[in-house]
C-alpha cells in the first residue's frame, strides 16, 4: 500500500499592517534617501498621492510614480546598503507580536508559510529569509545591467500584488510547487489588514483581518 501524503496547509500573510504595525515602505525610502528627500519626491507626485487618497486612480497608478520618483537609477549597491540600515535600525521594531506567534505557530506545525505584499522585492526577500517563510510572493522591482553596472529602473516588472492580484499570484506559485491536482485538497489560512487583501481572505477557509477572525470567510461567503 503507497503511503498516504499528508494534506498541504499554507498560510498567507500580507506583510505591511499585518506580520507588522504598518507601513514599511516609506520608512526604507526614509532610511535611504533621509526624510527631506523623501518628503520632496512625495510633493513632486502630490497629484497623484492625492487622486489615490480621493479614489480618482488607482493603487498602482499612484505607488508607480512615488517608485520612479525615488529609486529610478538607484544601484543594487546603494539598494544593499538601504535596506542593511532598514534591516538592522526600524524592521523589528515595525514586527506585530499578534501575527508572529500565529506565523511561529504555523511554522511549528509543519505549514507552508508564504508573504503575499504588494512591498516590493527589493528588501522583502531579506524579510522573508529572516522569518524563515517558504515563499515570498510581492511585487517585483525592475532592474537593468550597464556599464556602470546593475540599476533599479523605478518600474515594476511584476503587476502590483494587490488585491486580485494577490490571487492570482498565489493561484500560480502553489501550482507551480504543489501541482494544479493539489489545490482543491488544500488548507488556506489567510491574515490580512486592507481591502486589498479580501480578495486573499475571501479564497481562505480560515481567514484573520486586523488581528480577528474574519466572517466573508466562511464557505460561499
Not at 487618497?53 to 520612479?68: E, G, P, S, T
Not at 535600525?89 to 508573504?115: E, K, N, P, S, Y
Not at 532592474?143 to 494587490?162: D, F, I, Q
Request: aromatic share 10%; hydrophobic share 45%; net charge positive.
Amino acid at each position: 500500500m503507497s503511503a498516504v501524503n499528508p494534506p498541504v496547509v499554507i498560510a498567507a500573510f500580507d506583510f505591511d499592517g499585518t506580520l507588522t504595525h504598518g507601513d514599511t515602505f516609506l520608512p526604507f525610502l526614509a532610511r535611504g534617501l533621509g526624510w527631506p528627500r523623501l518628503l520632496w519626491a512625495m510633493l513632486r507626485c502630490s497629484p497623484w498621492l492625492a487622486a489615490y487618497a480621493l479614489r480618482l486612480v488607482r493603487n498602482d497608478v499612484a505607488k508607480a510614480k512615488l517608485m520612479r520618483a525615488t529609486l529610478s537609477g538607484l544601484s543594487l549597491a546603494e539598494v544593499d546598503d538601504w535596506r542593511a540600515r532598514w534591516l538592522a535600525q526600524d524592521f523589528r521594531g515595525q514586527l506585530q507580536d499578534w501575527t508572529l506567534a500565529r506565523l511561529a505557530w504555523h511554522q511549528q506545525a509543519g505549514h507552508c508559510c508564504v508573504i503575499v505584499s504588494a512591498s516590493p522585492d527589493i528588501y522583502l526577500t531579506h524579510v522573508a529569509e529572516q522569518l524563515g517563510l517558504d515563499g515570498l510572493i510581492c511585487t517585483e522591482m525592475e532592474v537593468v545591467h550597464g556599464e556602470e553596472g546593475a540599476c533599479l529602473t523605478g518600474r515594476m516588472r511584476t503587476p502590483n500584488c494587490h488585491g486580485a492580484q494577490k490571487v492570482l499570484r498565489l493561484n500560480h506559485w502553489l501550482t507551480a510547487r504543489f501541482g494544479a491536482a493539489s489545490l482543491g485538497a488544500m488548507t488556506l489560512y489567510a491574515y490580512g489588514d486592507t481591502a486589498g487583501d479580501k480578495p486573499l481572505l475571501r479564497l481562505a477557509q480560515h481567514a484573520w483581518y486586523r488581528g480577528k477572525p474574519w466572517k466573508d470567510a466562511l464557505p460561499g461567503a
